[in-house]
């Protein structure tokens, strides 16, 4: 109420106060002003005399009589030039108005105004009433006004305004404190009452409060509080009610939380079993194939008839298979218990995804497929995660490409679809040009135990739980799995994943000795050119592609004579566009160029292409497809290095090869590995229990232990606890000890890590594995032997044609005139190469022998002179490594070329 009462009085008064001292104040500063003009216009007659007559005395006197008058401060009267003539009062603060002899001017400042009033001959007139020249000019009066008189008048005027707005203020206010504690006293008996209420004394009763509206206020509160009261009355009653029932409900719950436990407890047995039925059928069913596949390795390696090798290739397969679908039932039951337990380490991307396509690259050549890996250039390839769930995915994925692709190709991407400094989000994509998947197929395709094709006639599927399994993996790792497909032009999964960056490989920069060079690129897959151009790219080289093999070969013969040589070929060919010979011939024109060259080829054909191209060509290398960047890069950089830096970075022969210790108590497994360790070059001492291992340790000194983990008596945890037991006993330096098991399941790692073994191998193994894990925990590398023995070679030598038509004609594609050319040609040159090896010999130059040996070598490459191409070979290898029967190599290349000489003029 005082807000009410006293806000809009406040503000009217206010306003109007403001408005009207305002006006008054315009009003006396108008009035000043009009003053100030009229005493200038008296002034100038009673002025203009004196001045004209040049009476000064006078004019000061009329000067000084002017100052008299009110709010009148200074005054002067000027000449025609506005020079001073005569001046009553203070100096004039106001800057002098604009002359205008017409008429007056005045300038105001906040505290005077000055008035500027010409002086005519008409105001002569008035004073003299002679008549004259009206309008000449006599002079000038300067008249200063000062405002405080006004100023002052305004104060007192608003001072008197505010005293009565004040007075009328308090007034107002008294009353509205009258009125509004006639309102306020009842209100606190009603807040009072209200309180009481809301802490419980629903008894509580106001009385009368003496107005109407509160009598009515007072009526309706006392209403609600018997409301209340008989509320809470029945609800006490059903509280009491509800409290019964919910004793009997806890009772009855409390019983079945008993039946409740009882049944956790048997589903957790029944859980542990079957863990213990997974690990156990693992090992029981792993450990024997371990034993097939291992002896079927061994078996290829020695003679066999085709049939029988062929047998063996359907035993591989068929095992292999029947491990995929161990593996995925194991991973499928370890993901719905939860128990999968992914990694978190560093990786490379565009090795995973190389990797991938290398293992599944036989797979899809045999069907003639093109497989092609394109990592954009932007996506970040250091990355921190699990790679082997990963490349179980991607695997996963580009076989069921490969599988439902009968012509065409498939193609893996990588993208960046975000980027931040620490994470990227990725996109990984398998496209293939396959049948394609309708509506129902894709609604089915992410369940378990469940294929694309389930008809009668369906290619063999597997389990029909990889996708799922799939699926499972990238979203434990928190991203997403999907497809889009379109029936009979194909399909395209993709996954889409967030990842840490790990730091940058320094094995992903470009190598200095490859930057700048220039490379020729042949391929004739359009996606397969341009991945093979960005791999090339990113190892730093110039690429130009070409459409042929004659556009390659022009363009090396016309950047030859220039300052920016093409120094490389790479060339992906196929069968049906090239055959072997005519690619040899197509190699060796290069290299006469002085390009060295790169052949990437299916799998499936590099076998007749490795006729045409010996492993022992420095100057061209043969390569599956898809090219993996690393080994490519690696490649490049051997073919580029200078030979004598390839002679310096020969290895040399290791001192002495691992001691190795194989327990097992399956007599197969102990066998294979025994085998396996003493075919590279290992010494292997075998038993079959865990005593007979503790006692051989104890015994002799080995560089590491594989110990099986499952064996009767003491297994291998406790064995393996017993040899540390020794070890501290006898202060011997800890043994590493590799476990072989053939469980699968997630905590094996741990507690076998926890029991004192160092590393575990899952059965079933293979060489590479072995080789890794021996060279990793001894520092010795298992080899297949050194260089053979010069004896042997000669011997094996020997027993080869000095001069074989047949082969001639079968280099030559069947082309006898061809055949006979080659040889007239290498027999032209053969005394004159005999004799520049000679001269080399003698004076010692290592890189020149090489050279002319290995320029030999090569021509015999065309003919059917098969001793003196195994002599050319043998020398030039020896050469190539210092070996000490380098000599005695040389000596019978000399008598080879001397036997074909002699024999061809036989002939």
């Known amino acids: 109420m ?50 004209a007559q040049g009476y000064s005395k006078r004019l000061q006197r009329i000067l000084n009589q002017i100052l008299d008058q009110p709010d009148v401060r200074s005054v002067a009267a000027l000449d025609t030039g506005r020079n001073l003539l005569a001046h009553a009062g203070p100096n004039m603060i106001t800057p002098s108005p604009p002359a205008d002899p017409e008429a007056l001017t005045q300038v105001s400042s906040l505290e005077t105004t000055r008035i500027l009033m010409p002086v005519q001959g008409r105001h002569l007139n008035f004073a003299t009433e002679a008549p004259g020249n009206v309008e000449r000019q006599v002079g000038w009066l300067e008249l200063e006004l000062s405002h405080q008189g006004t100023l002052l008048r305004g104060y007192r005027s608003l001072f008197t305004s505010l005293l009565l707005i004040g007075a009328g203020l308090i007034v107002t206010a008294l009353l509205a404190l009258r009125m509004s504690s ?122 066999l008839t085709p049939r029988q090798q062929d047998y063996l290739a359907t035993i591989e397969k068929s095992a292999d298979s029947l491990l995929g679908i161990i593996n995925e039932i194991l991973d499928f039951s370890k993901i719905e218990a939860g128990k999968l337990v992914l990694e978190s380490v560093p990786f490379n991307l565009r090795d995973l995804i190389e990797d991938t396509l290398t293992i599944l690259g036989p797979a899809a050549h045999a069907k003639q497929l093109e497989l092609v890996s394109l990592v954009y250039r932007d996506t970040p390839l250091s990355l921190v995660g699990d790679p082997l769930r990963l490349k179980q995915v991607l695997t996963n994925l580009v076989s069921n490409a490969i599988k439902f692709t009968n012509e065409g190709t498939v193609v893996v991407r990588a993208m960046v679809e975000d980027e931040r400094s620490d994470r990227a989000q990725l996109r990984i994509s398998v496209q293939d040009t396959g049948i394609g998947l309708t509506d129902q197929d894709l609604r089915a395709l992410f369940q378990a135990f469940s294929q694309a094709d389930n008809s009668i006639s369906r290619q063999p599927g597997g389990t029909g739980l990889g996708l799922v399994i799939s699926k499972r993996l990238i979203e434990q790792m928190g991203g997403e799995i999907g497809v889009d497909s379109i029936p009979e032009e194909g399909s395209e999964f993709w996954v889409s994943l967030s990842l840490p960056k790990a730091r940058d490989d320094a094995e992903d920069l470009p190598r200095a000795a490859l930057l700048g060079r220039r490379v020729g690129l042949l391929e004739q897959h359009p996606l397969a050119r341009q991945a093979l151009q960005h791999q090339l790219e990113a190892c730093g080289l110039a690429v130009l592609p070409f459409d042929s093999l004659d556009q390659l070969q022009d363009a090396v013969v016309a950047a030859r004579a220039s300052e920016q040589p093409i120094e490389i070929a790479v060339l992906g060919v196929t069968m049906r566009e090239i055959s ?12 006469a160029l002085g390009c060295k060259c790169i052949v990437l080829c299916p799998t499936s054909e590099q076998a007749q292409y490795h006729d045409a191209l010996p492993e022992t060509h420095t100057h061209t290398q043969l390569q599956g497809k898809p090219a993996c960047t690393r080994k490519l890069q690696q490649v490049l950089l051997e073919l580029l290095r200078p030979p ?15 001691s190795v210790l194989c327990v097992d108590d399956n007599p197969a497994n102990l066998m294979l590995l025994e085998t396996l360790l003493t075919d590279m070059g290992g010494e292997v001492v075998a038993v079959s229990s865990g005593q007979q291992a503790l006692e051989v340790v104890q015994q002799q000194s080995f560089d590491m232990v594989f110990m099986d983990v499952q064996m009767p008596g003491m297994d291998g945890r406790q064995t393996t606890e017993a040899i540390r037991r020794w070890e501290l006993e006898s202060g011997q330096p800890p043994l590493p000890i590799v476990a072989l098991t053939a469980h699968a399941l997630s905590n094996e790692r741990r507690s076998l890590l926890q029991s004192g073994l160092d590393d575990y191998l899952t059965k079933p193994i293979s060489e590479r594995q072995l080789a890794q894990v021996v060279l990793k925990w001894t520092g010795l590398p298992l080899r297949r032997g050194a260089v053979a023995v010069p004896a042997e070679s000669i011997a094996a030598e020997s027993e080869l044609k000095v001069l074989d038509a047949e082969e001639g004609l079968r280099l030559a594609a069947g082309k006898a005139d061809l055949a006979a050319d080659m040889l007239s040609m290498l027999l032209a040159s053969l005394e004159g190469d005999r004799q520049s090896i000679r001269e080399a010999r003698a004076a010692e130059d290592q890189q020149a022998l090489i050279d002319r040996v290995h320029r030999l070598h090569g021509a015999t490459r065309y003919c059917g002179v098969p001793q003196l191409r195994a002599a050319c070979e043998r020398s030039e290898t020896l050469l190539k490594q210092h070996h000490p029967s380098a000599g005695s190599a040389l000596d019978e290349l000399d008598s080879a070329i001397e036997r074909l000489a002699r024999e061809a003029r036989v002939f």
């Open 644 to 658: 004598q830096a390839l002679v310096e970075q020969m290895p040399v022969s290791d001192s002495r090869p691992p």
């Open 580 to 591: 072997p010979p005519q690619l040899c011939q197509r190699l060796w024109d290069f290299e």
């Open 182 to 303: 006639t309102i306020s006293a009842p209100l606190h008996r009603v807040k009072a009452a209200v309180a009481q209420l809301k802490d419980g004394y629903l008894e509580t009763r106001l009385p009368a409060l003496g107005s109407h509206e509160m009598d009515e206020l007072a009526s309706g509160i006392n209403r609600m509080a018997e409301a209340l009261l008989s509320a809470r009355e029945e609800l006490q009653q059903s509280i009491d009610q509800a409290t019964e029932d919910v004793q009997q409900n806890l009772e009855t719950i409390e019983i079945q939380n008993i039946e409740l436990d009882l049944a956790r407890k048997e589903a957790l047995e029944a859980s542990r079993i079957k863990s213990e039925f997974l690990a156990n059928m693992s090992h029981e069913i792993r450990t024997p194939l371990n034993g097939i596949l291992g002896f079927t390795h061994l078996l290829q390696k020695s003679d």
């Open 2 to 51: 005082l807000v009410l009462s006293l806000l809009p009085g406040t503000l009217l008064a206010v306003v109007l106060g403001i408005y009207f001292t305002a006006m008054q104040l315009s009003e006396m500063r108008l009035q000043l002003q009009e003053r100030g003009h009229l005493l200038a216009e008296q002034l100038a007659p009673l002025a203009a005399p004196a001045m």
